[in-house]
Every structure is written in C-alpha cells, then in structure tokens.
C-alpha cells in the first residue's frame, strides 16, 4: 500500500458529508436508528410512569439533569416519553441517578 493509499488527505475531510447534510432515519447518519418499529428507545414509558409517581413535571426532570450538565429540555423529554428520541448513554445515567432507580430498571420494571 503506498502512503497516497493509507492516508486520509485534507480535501476528503473538509469536503465529507456533515450531520446536517447527511440525514438518516435518526437524523444523525452515525446513531443508527432501533429498526423494530417506529420506537426510538427502550426506556420512554418507564421514564414517564416513574416520573408521575414521584410527582415531577417534565421540566422539573429536565431542570434536575441540567443541574447534573446534562441538557435535555421539556420537550425532549416529551419526546423520549413518547419514544420518539433516542437516549444517550450520559442521559441514561442521569435519568436514573434523577429518578432514584438503577439503569437497569429504566428498561422495565421486571429488569432488575
């Protein structure tokens, strides 16, 4: 292999497609999307039935991971309820550190 073969030149990455210009099914071409279905996570309804019975509000769970520098407003978290976004590994953790409960239960309450 020649060196012009096994590296990657200056050109190829100014000019390689970006996010925004690059959609796939979840909107970022390198997450790839749960291709089961329409549902884009595994924890929404366990965060919403364990965020009702602790009293909170969506914005008070958005506001409680903002104070752990994880941001995910209201509406996200809306929208991860309904499975309609992704999580991330870091928003895993805070919504359960949040919600007071291992990760493992955020998939369900029979996973622990």
């Given at each position: 292999m020649t060196a012009r073969q096994s590296r990657v030149s200056t050109s190829q990455i100014l000019?390689?497609?970006s996010c925004s210009s690059q959609r796939?099914?979840?909107?970022n071409p390198f997450q790839p999307a749960i291709r089961t279905g329409t549902a884009k996570n595994l924890v929404g309804e366990q965060v919403?039935?364990?965020?009702?019975?602790?009293?909170m509000s969506q914005q008070a769970l958005s506001d409680k991971?903002?104070?752990?520098?994880?941001?995910v407003c209201r509406?996200?978290?809306?929208?991860?309820?309904?499975?309609?976004?992704?999580?991330?590994?870091?928003?895993?953790?805070?919504l359960s550190q949040v919600l007071g409960v291992?990760?493992?239960?955020?998939?369900?309450p029979d996973e622990q």
């Open positions: 000019t390689a497609p796939h099914s979840s909107g919403r039935a364990l965020r009702i019975k602790r009293g991971l903002e104070t752990m520098a994880i941001y509406g996200s978290v809306s929208r991860i309820e309904d499975r309609q976004r992704t999580v991330t590994d870091i928003e895993l953790y805070g291992p990760i493992s239960q955020l998939f369900g």
